[in-house]
């Protein structure tokens, strides 16, 4: 079973950067899609970006388009999210999941492993 633990939060300011990491421990990255979701006090958690076990195939959601990049080292076992021109609005709790299926989806139920998420805040 593969266990999830998130990095690289902290508070910046309205258009600086951070990188947030996932690693893994308990089982390899590489048959595991991941996915990084994020949730708003008050509000429901939403999709931000997936990538296949493979690395061929990226998602992202609208709002963080050219934006944000995701990318994953699967000798590392770690998952990255470099988030760029970061606004007030991406400010929330980031989680990274992982589960064993073909493809990236935004689909939070497909993914069985959840790390305890990462807090980013970004002021204006």
């Known amino acids: 079973q593969v266990q999830l633990v998130e990095s690289g939060g902290g508070p910046v300011q309205d258009g600086g950067s951070l990188r947030l990491s996932c690693a893994a421990s308990?089982?390899?990255?590489?048959?595991?899609?991941v996915g990084w979701f994020r949730q708003a006090p008050g509000k429901e958690r939403e999709f931000v970006a997936a990538?296949?076990?493979?690395?061929?195939?990226?998602a992202y959601a609208d709002s963080v388009k050219g934006r944000f990049t995701i990318s994953k080292d699967n000798a590392k076992n770690t998952v990255y999210l470099q988030m760029n021109s970061l606004k007030p609005e991406d400010t929330a709790a980031y989680y990274c999941?992982?589960?064993?299926?073909?493809?990236?989806?935004?689909?939070?139920?497909?993914?069985?492993?959840w790390g305890q998420g990462t807090q980013v805040t970004v002021s204006s």
């Open positions: 999941a992982a589960g064993r299926f073909r493809g990236a989806t935004q689909h939070m139920e497909e993914y069985a492993h």
């Open positions: 308990g089982d390899s990255f590489s048959y595991y899609a």
């Open positions: 990538i296949s076990w493979s690395a061929i195939t990226l």
